[in-house]
């Protein structure tokens, strides 16, 4: 399908326009800036493509009435929008029955009606536009999901593992331990004590000793001083001289320095053994926690290649417009492997126009923005192309040269 003719009027800022663009190659709306050309191509596309189209204010200020639009097709549509609210008639003049948006559809395809938008878009929202027009945006949008949700865990988990990498590596290896098992100083403590006893004993012993003696002394002097007690007196130190001569001797009192030494000793090395325990715990800890990091990363990043392989077989799946246009890993559309930003203007418009060739058979036009980007030879290769591809394509352009099919100048024709 592609247009005999269109008039367009009171719509937007055209006054009157009748256009009847060559079946196949480029038709150039041309005129200066503001004076409706672009407006041209938004009626069109409001025209067949439906209320999604449908500008904010599609009527012509200072207009005498409602926009008028009429086209004829080359399958035999006349199409109309007409009256207060742009309402939609559709006749197939061929066979005398009346059609609908439902109609135009199945005989359009979007690119055809909005190429400038997806020219204008940016690299990954290209990718967008032409994958939801193939109808598997839902899919993909799962696909990436995935992919995301797979990357956020992987940056985590690794976050994770390079913290518990960081703490390994600055965690205080254990020293060597100073024996192979804690000293019991129980043991020790108990010498000690029997130690502490003897010399209690030998202490009392030798205060006893040093009492009696005592004793003996005070005895003397009163038996100095009491010579009537004498006797007695003598009596009792024979008994207490009797008692002495029983007594053992105290000998010699026990050493405790080295027992104390010992005991020191023993506390110090046990201390140091609990803390070098610890130490090895602790490694052995950090060391565990880095190495289940480690396994938990290696798993994250098998995630991510599971989902990137999953969006990767999905788009191998996808039946494309051009066998060179692919997506990048990144979601962006390439061109012969190349980012499709980095095609030439002309190369791009013709591979633009290919998908729309290619989406939908029926679909033989499409309208094109802003073709002032184009130097003249450029804008003939088009013209050249598009006329060999059967594709009728409507075109605008700031100029008012020869180049140009028809010259808009406030809203209306001014050459043609």
């Known amino acids: 399908m592609v247009i005999l003719d ?17 079946p196949s190659g480029l038709t150039v709306v ?24 449908r500008p904010p204010d599609p009527n012509h200020r200072g207009g005498d009435g409602p926009a008028e639009l009429d086209m004829h097709t080359s399958n035999g549509l006349h199409i109309q929008r007409r009256g207060k609210n742009g309402s939609l008639y559709v006749k197939d003049e061929t ?66 593992a390079h913290q518990k990498e960081g703490a390994l590596a600055q965690a205080r290896k254990p020293d060597e331990l100073p024996m192979d098992e804690p000293i019991n100083v ?21 205060r006893d ?27 009792g130190i024979e008994a207490k001289k009797a008692t002495l001569a029983k007594l053992p001797e105290p000998g010699e009192p026990v050493d405790t320095s080295r027992l104390q030494a010992d005991i020191a000793k023993a506390n110090e090395l046990n201390a140091q053994f609990a803390k070098v325990t610890q130490q090895r715990r602790d490694y052995e ?30 788009l191998a799946s996808v039946q494309m417009p051009d066998p060179d246009i692919g997506v990048s890993d990144e979601g962006e559309l390439t061109y012969k492997g190349d980012p499709w930003d980095a095609l030439a203007g002309s190369d791009e418009l013709i591979v633009s126009c290919k998908i729309v060739s290619k989406l939908n058979p029926e679909c033989r036009f499409a309208l094109v ?32 040269g020869d180049e140009c099919s028809l010259v808009i100048e406030n809203g209306e024709v001014a050459a043609a």
């Open 209 to 235: 000793q040093d009492l009696l003696i005592e004793s003996i002394d005070r005895d003397n002097e009163e038996i100095e001083r009491l010579i009537r007690r004498v006797e007695e007196l003598r009596l």
């Open 369 to 400: 923005d802003e073709l002032e980007k184009l130097d003249l030879e450029s804008l003939a290769e088009f013209d050249k192309w598009a006329d060999a591809e059967g594709l009728q394509v409507i075109g605008t352009r700031v100029s008012v």
């Open 95 to 160: 066979t005398g029955k009346d059609g609908n948006q439902t109609l135009l559809d199945k005989l359009l395809t979007p690119f055809a009606l909005d190429l400038p938008s997806f020219r204008r878009a940016k690299s990954k929202e290209k990718c967008d536009i032409l994958l939801r027009t193939l109808g598997v945006d839902v899919e993909l949008t799962a696909c990436q999901k995935a992919i995301d949700e797979a990357y956020e865990a992987r940056k985590l988990v690794n976050r994770d």
């Open 30 to 53: 041309g005129g200066r800036n503001r004076q409706g050309k672009t407006t041209c191509l938004d009626m069109i596309a409001w025209l067949v493509g439906g209320d999604k189209y």
């Open 186 to 206: 129980d043991e020790l403590v108990a010498s000690l004590q029997k130690a502490n006893d003897k010399n209690a004993a030998r202490q009392k012993l030798a």
């Open 6 to 22: 269109c008039s367009l009027k009171n719509a937007g800022r055209v006054r009157a326009v009748y256009l009847e663009p060559k």
């Open 285 to 314: 800890r950090v060391a565990r926690e880095a190495a289940d990091a480690r396994r938990s990363s290696q798993a994250a990043d098998a995630a991510v290649e599971v989902a990137r392989k999953a969006k990767m077989e999905l």
